[in-house]
């Protein structure tokens, strides 16, 4: 088995902000991030910080005014998410000078697998270093381990600029005193949890035993332990299968057709969520938003917009799918169909999801309310959402509904 490779750019947004405007080199800078959220709280919250800012403690999440506590000369940026993408793409162009096996694991992340041996993958790794550093002006630490797990690991051991090697003789002793936390995929719930067991390193993980992490975790239990003994045998997918998705959609047909705008605002609302819950799972985002209805006499009205930034916010897709259901209004039938798909994707910005989970809290809760209400409690469960379920990711988000309308035709002539 030849070793995989995990690239992480230092401080990104930042580094890129430092690269494109030499005044701000050397300087505490911060960007700060704009989100729907953020509009309706008024907040500006820090997205990344440069070294030089981290040095006075200041953090990501953390909100402007206290990052201008800690460093009143602080830089504040406003970040440019489509600069940083386009950087990132740029960048991915070097990493598949040696292999089509790149696989982006955030906007600023990349597993590789160059099937070179552990030598000609270090000499690699730095060449990609130096290129990006030589095209770019910004620094990445890369990490070379037996697999992703551990690639991952290593390059977040010597930040910024460096080159971390975890051979598999060594992980063992390395394990023993590693905080569980630290293994990619064990978040702080899970992490909790585990502590709670008497387990709190990746050793003691390791060692478990797999029936109790089965009670505890259920099938993820076994998954678990192989992490700790810093097993992980998922392959690096090529750069171009990822691209096999290309919009992720959710279609419903209501339980009866309607012209009562709030009940179907608040069916593309649920969409929403469905479509962002869903993309958090496969990790992307994405900039075109599709909405669809069906009238009552199967024709239908199908329009998408473009978004500024990429994103995966259900809050953000609704109110894109809401612009385009309000240009079909006056409505001159009832509906019977709804749906909302995203398209334009690309790996989900793990900054960017910091502000998901911000928002995330009272979102579903108050939606599943209002529509029990309206029609009896329980009626939203999860029977009621496997249509869409199924529907899946589509090709073309064009195809929207399409699924489910021949369903309906099937069941209308049975
Ligand atoms: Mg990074």
């Not at 709030?262 to 909405?291: C, H, Q």
């Amino acid at each position: 088995m030849t070793p995989i490779l995990h690239i992480d750019m230092d401080a990104y947004f930042a580094s890129v902000e430092q690269a494109c405007n030499p005044s701000l080199r050397g300087k505490p800078v911060v960007v700060c991030g704009e989100t729907s959220a953020d509009k309706r709280w008024g907040r500006t919250i820090i997205v990344t910080s440069s070294y030089e800012a981290r040095k006075f403690g200041i953090k990501t999440g953390m909100s402007v005014p206290e990052a201008k506590r800690l460093c009143p000369g602080v830089q504040l940026v406003f970040g440019n998410p489509d600069k940083y993408i386009d950087t990132s793409l740029q960048i991915h162009r070097i990493f598949l000078k040696y292999t089509p096996l790149v696989e982006p694991f955030s906007v600023d992340e990349c597993f590789i697998d160059p099937a070179a041996a552990w030598d000609d993958c270090r000499r690699i790794a730095g060449k990609m270093k130096n290129e990006i550093r030589q095209s770019f002006g910004i620094t990445c630490s890369a990490g070379i381990g037996p697999n992703k797990l551990t690639a991952k690991l290593a390059s977040g051991m010597q930040k910024p600029d460096g080159l971390t090697e975890i051979r598999p003789e060594k992980i063992p002793e390395l394990f023993q005193k590693l905080p569980v936390q630290e293994l990619c995929g064990i978040g702080e719930k899970t992490a909790e949890k585990l502590n709670f067991l008497g387990i709190k390193t990746a050793g003691q993980l390791g060692s478990a035993r797999e029936g109790l992490l089965t009670t505890h975790f259920g099938v993820i239990g076994p998954r678990l332990k192989r992490m700790g003994l810093g097993i992980d045998e998922s392959p690096v997918a090529s750069y171009w299968a990822e691209r096999i998705i290309k919009s992720v959609g959710h279609t419903h047909t209501l339980p009866e057709d309607t012209g009562d705008i709030e009940i179907i605002r608040a069916f593309l609302r649920l969409m929403a969520e469905k479509v962002s819950d869903r993309m958090m799972e496969y990790k992307l985002m994405g900039k075109t938003v599709s909405a669809v209805i069906r009238y009552d006499d199967f024709e239908s009205a199908n329009r998408q917009t473009t978004l500024r930034r990429h994103t995966n916010s259900g809050l953000a897709i609704y109110e894109a799918a809401i612009k385009i259901f309000n240009g079909f209004l006056p409505l001159r039938k009832n509906v019977r169909m709804t749906g909302v798909s995203v398209s334009s994707l690309m790996p989900e910005n793990n900054e960017q999801f910091l502000f998901e989970r911000l928002a995330k809290n009272q979102r579903l809760d108050k939606l599943v309310h209002a529509l029990n209400k309206k029609y009896g409690d329980f009626f939203v469960k999860p029977a009621s959402l496997l249509i869409a379920e199924n529907f899946g990711i589509k090709d073309r988000c064009g195809m929207i509904g399409q699924h489910i309308f021949d369903k309906n035709i099937s069941k209308k002539s049975s």
